[in-house]
């Protein structure tokens, strides 16, 4: 710009009234010039107003229909998987929680190039009519979410994002007949999501006749595709009978007969009981929107602690109180964020005993084993299931299993099962705190070969169960388990223990083995020592056949010791 140009902006600066009229003839100018060297016109400006107007709320549904990788539908051989999974878990979870025995049968059809048809039926408990659109047709609808008590569900996103996938890639709606008992009628239903309200839309409400007494049946219609091998369908379905031995299983998949996986176990878990938050696992702003709560209750500060909190009783509610130099009647709604935050710290400071373990319900040391001897041919099996312990309130039990031998591969890295509430965990394995756990432990003390910083290598398969009030999932598909310290140093713990007990098997094995080896050349050189001792003492051919059937008799009476 020239020296004349700058000047003549100075001066419409300097004077308010002419800078209009002074810049003009120079903007324009501007303009021109840049019109001419093939230059863009310059953006305008838009209002606040203007980008108001373009504001507005999105909905929870709109979200992950555009963000549907987040929830495990980023790729077809994936989104079945994921389909089936959130079918499967959902049934098995209302067959529990209403004390029956699950009997699941899946079937996934193929109706032409990368478009299938997933069904899953369960003898559960059936939902109620009213209920039946919200479950299946709005996404963030659930029973689990406020519960601290282990569930496979927790989010009330899985069922829903399947059928709004399904809806998606196909333009299908969710199909669902579900009956309560023999004394009502089947309810069939056709609805999908509309996404912009996340809300269900029904196409079809009607009754039905149908031939069983109580339970749910969920169809859905997805674009794509089945393949077999590490994160299949098929595999999926395995390891969902390891970890859940009182559940019977039938599927069939494209190309293959029904396979029947029934239930090694007559008996039901205990039923996990719901726990309130522990004060060492609430944060603060979860404990001012507590507090704020507490308006019109008439209760104090003392009795909101017993009261809404686990493992706090009156001494220890005025031991927190006195730490925080608050009077323990003060009504809990009228504190000031600052007196919140002193009694935030004040529970932190105080030993209050952990939470109750009884929300969590483990699968079981002895069951881990049959369903580990269900799935492998192996020679060696052994299982712990570690004492309950907390990571950020929250009560976690961490069990392990090991299988070692037998048919299992000898050169490639050991399988990993991984396990949270019972349900297998199929992707995003290197991200996993489990396999975390598998690589830091030292399996070459054990007799295991393992490379630095590697996975075992052998014919071994680890299995490892985290059972939580709340799973730390690291994202909405839940398919790893966050890298918390807490859970970790379990892990490594139980595996441990499982290793100490393959290391005193396989040094057994090579010790036997190497008496074997002894023996058969005792056994080898036998009638050469008969044709020696004849020799030397002058035996006769009866005598030496005698003394070679009694050296022989002595061998194996060792070898049966």
């Known amino acids: 710009?020239?020296?004349?140009?700058?000047?003549?902006?100075?001066?419409?600066?300097?004077?308010?009234?002419?800078?209009?009229?002074?810049?003009?003839?120079?903007?324009?100018?501007?303009?021109?010039?840049?019109?001419?060297?093939?230059?863009?016109?310059?953006?305008?400006?838009?209002?606040?107003?203007?980008?108001?107007?373009?504001?507005?709320?999105?909905?929870?549904?709109?979200?992950?229909?555009?963000?549907?990788?987040?929830?495990?539908?980023?790729?077809?051989?994936?989104?079945?998987?994921?389909?089936?999974?959130?079918?499967?878990?959902?049934?098995?979870?209302?067959?529990?929680e209403a004390g029956i025995l699950p009997d699941v049968v899946v079937e996934v059809i193929e109706l032409g190039a990368d478009r299938y048809r997933v069904s899953v039926q369960d003898n559960g408990p059936g939902i109620v009519k009213a209920e039946v659109p919200k479950i299946f047709g709005k996404l963030l609808y659930g029973s689990k979410f406020h519960t601290l008590k282990q569930s496979r569900g927790q989010q009330g996103i899985g069922i829903s994002a399947a059928g709004m996938f399904g809806l998606i890639t196909t333009g299908k709606p969710m199909v669902i007949t579900t009956r309560t008992s023999p004394r009502h009628p089947a309810y069939y239903y056709e609805l999908r999501i509309d996404t912009a309200k996340n809300k269900p839309e029904i196409l079809t409400d009607t009754e039905v006749e149908w031939g069983a007494e109580h339970g749910t049946r969920v169809e859905i219609e997805i674009a794509a595709s089945y393949r077999r091998g590490q994160h299949s369908v098929d595999t999926y379905l395995e390891q969902t009978a390891v970890a859940n031995p009182h559940a019977s299983l039938w599927y069939t998949l494209p190309g293959q007969e029904e396979v029947s996986l029934l239930r090694t176990s007559g008996e039901l878990p205990p039923e996990p009981r719901e726990m309130r938050p522990h004060p060492h696992g609430v944060e603060l702003g979860m404990l001012m929107k507590l507090l704020r709560e507490q308006k019109g209750r008439g209760k104090g500060l003392r009795g909101t602690l017993v009261e809404d909190f686990s493992r706090v009783t009156s001494r220890v509610a005025d031991e927190i109180c006195e730490k925080a130099g608050l009077p323990p009647e003060t009504r809990p709604h009228l504190l000031s964020p600052e007196q919140i935050e002193r009694l935030h710290k004040a529970i932190s400071e105080v030993k209050i005993m952990a939470p109750p373990s009884d929300c969590v319900v483990p699968i079981g040391e002895e069951l881990i084993r049959k369903g580990l001897e269900r799935k492998y041919k192996a020679d060696f099996f052994t299982s712990s299931t570690r004492p309950p312990t907390v990571y950020r309130g929250n009560p976690f039990v961490i069990e392990v299993g090991i299988a070692y031998g037998g048919d299992l591969p000898g050169d490639e890295p050991a399988e990993i099962m991984r396990f949270a509430n019972r349900v297998p965990l199929q992707y995003q394995k290197s991200a996993c705190s489990i396999t975390e756990a598998v690589m830091e432990t030292n399996w070459k003390s054990y007799g295991i070969q393992q490379s630095k910083g590697g996975p075992p290598v052998g014919p071994l398969a680890v299995l490892i169960h985290v059972a939580s009030a709340w799973v730390p999932f690291t994202s909405e598909s839940k398919e790893a388990i966050a890298h918390y310290p807490e859970i970790i140093r379990e892990m490594k713990l139980g595996l441990q223990e499982c290793g100490r007990r393959l290391g005193l098997f396989l040094s057994h094995r090579r010790r036997e083995a190497d008496a074997m080896k002894k023996l058969s050349y005792i056994e080898k050189y036998i009638p050469h020592i008969g044709e020696a001792l004849k020799e030397i003492l002058k035996l006769s051919e009866k005598d030496k056949d005698k003394m070679i059937d009694t050296l022989t008799l002595m061998l194996e009476r060792s070898r049966s010791v």
Do not use: W, Y
């Not at 000047?7 to 004077?15: C, G, I, P």
């Not at 009234?17 to 863009?40: C, D, F, H, Y």
């Not at 994921?82 to 529990?96: G, I, Q």
């Open 1 to 96: 710009m020239s020296n004349e140009s700058t000047l003549q902006m100075s001066l419409a600066f300097d004077d308010p009234t002419q800078a209009a009229v002074e810049l003009k003839p120079v903007e324009n100018k501007e303009i021109s010039t840049r019109k001419k060297a093939g230059g863009k016109e310059p953006r305008k400006r838009v209002s606040a107003e203007a980008l108001a107007t373009k504001q507005r709320d999105i909905s929870v549904s709109e979200f992950f229909s555009k963000n549907r990788h987040l929830l495990g539908f980023d790729n077809p051989a994936k989104a079945l998987l994921t389909t089936v999974k959130e079918a499967v878990d959902n049934s098995l979870d209302a067959c529990e």
